[in-house]
T-cell receptor, first 116, second 109 residues
Framework: ETGVTQTPRHLVMGMTNKKSLKCEQH?????MYWYKQSAKKPLELMFV???????ENNSVPSRFSPECPNSSHLFLHLHTLQPEDSALYLC???????????????FGEGSWLTVV | GQNIDQPTEMTATEGAIVQINCTYQ??????LFWYQQHAGEAPTFLSY????GLEEKGRFSSFLSRSKGYSYLLLKELQMKDSASYLC??????????FGPGTRLSVLP
C-alpha cells in the first residue's frame, strides 16, 4: 500500500466510449502525475500537477483530458481512444516539485486500459 | 537532454551479487532514484542519491557519481523474488522525474 489509490484497476472500452480513471493520494502531497507504460517502453510522463495547477503536458493527444480538483485527487478523462492507447496508466504523487531531498515519487497500482 | 541509459536485460544466480548500471545526461541534475517493478505491478521506491557516494539499505545499495553522470544499483544475496525490472530515474529541480527504459533482471536457481 503506497498511499496512492487508482480505480478502476482494469478497464476495457470501445473507441467511441467515454470513461475516466481516478486517482487519490492519502500522503498529503502537492504534486500528482499521470504516466503511461506500454509494453517494452519506458514510463512516459503525460501530465504533472503541482498545487492543483498543471505544470506539464508532455504533448499528450487531446483525447486524454486530465482534471485535478484538489491536491489529493487526479482524474484522466478518456474519449475516442485508439487501440494503440492500450497500456498501463500509472498515477503518482510527490511532496512537491521544489527539491529532491525526501521527495520520492510514489505510484499507484495502475489502471490497465484496453481499447477495442 | 533527458537520455537515460540502462542495460535491457541481465541474468544472475540466486545468492550472487549483481550491479545494474545507469548513465544519464548531467545538465540540471538534482537527484537519482531507483525503483523496482515486478511484472504487472506499479514501481516501488528503492533508493535515491543526491550526493556522490554509496547509499546502503540492507541488500540493496546505490552509488552515484555526479561528475560522470553515472549510478549503479547493487543487489546482494540475490533471491528469486528479486526478479523484476529496475528503473533508474533522474529528477530535475522544479521539473519532474524522467525514467530510464528499465533493466529486466532474471534470477536463476
Amino acid at each position: 500500500e503506497t498511499g496512492v489509490t487508482q480505480t478502476p484497476r482494469h478497464l476495457v472500452m470501445g473507441m467511441t466510449n467515454k470513461k475516466s480513471l481516478k486517482c487519490e493520494q492519502h500522503l498529503g502531497h502537492n504534486a500528482m502525475y499521470w504516466y503511461k507504460q506500454s509494453a517494452k517502453k519506458p514510463l512516459e510522463l503525460m501530465f504533472v500537477y503541482n498545487f492543483k495547477e498543471q505544470t506539464e503536458n508532455n504533448s499528450v493527444p487531446s483525447r486524454f483530458s486530465p482534471e485535478c480538483p484538489n491536491s489529493s485527487h487526479l482524474f484522466l478523462h478518456l474519449h475516442t481512444l485508439q487501440p494503440e492507447d492500450s497500456a498501463l496508466y500509472l498515477c503518482a504523487s510527490s511532496q512537491d516539485l521544489k527539491g529532491v531531498s525526501g521527495n520520492t515519487i510514489y505510484f499507484g497500482e495502475g489502471s490497465w486500459l484496453t481499447v477495442v | 537532454g533527458q537520455n537515460i541509459d540502462q542495460p535491457t536485460e541481465m541474468t544472475a544466480t540466486e545468492g550472487a551479487i549483481v550491479q545494474i548500471n545507469c548513465t544519464y545526461q548531467t545538465s540540471g541534475f538534482n537527484g537519482l532514484f531507483w525503483y523496482q517493478q515486478h511484472a504487472g505491478e506499479a514501481p516501488t521506491f528503492l533508493s535515491y542519491n543526491v550526493l556522490d557516494g554509496l547509499e546502503e539499505k540492507g541488500r540493496f545499495s546505490s552509488f552515484l557519481s555526479r561528475s560522470k553522470g553515472y549510478s549503479y544499483l547493487l543487489l546482494k544475496e540475490l533471491q528469486m523474488k528479486d526478479s523484476a525490472s529496475y528503473l533508474c530515474a533522474r529528477y530535475n529541480y522544479g521539473q519532474n522525474f524522467v525514467f530510464g527504459p528499465g533493466t529486466r533482471l532474471s534470477v536463476l536457481p
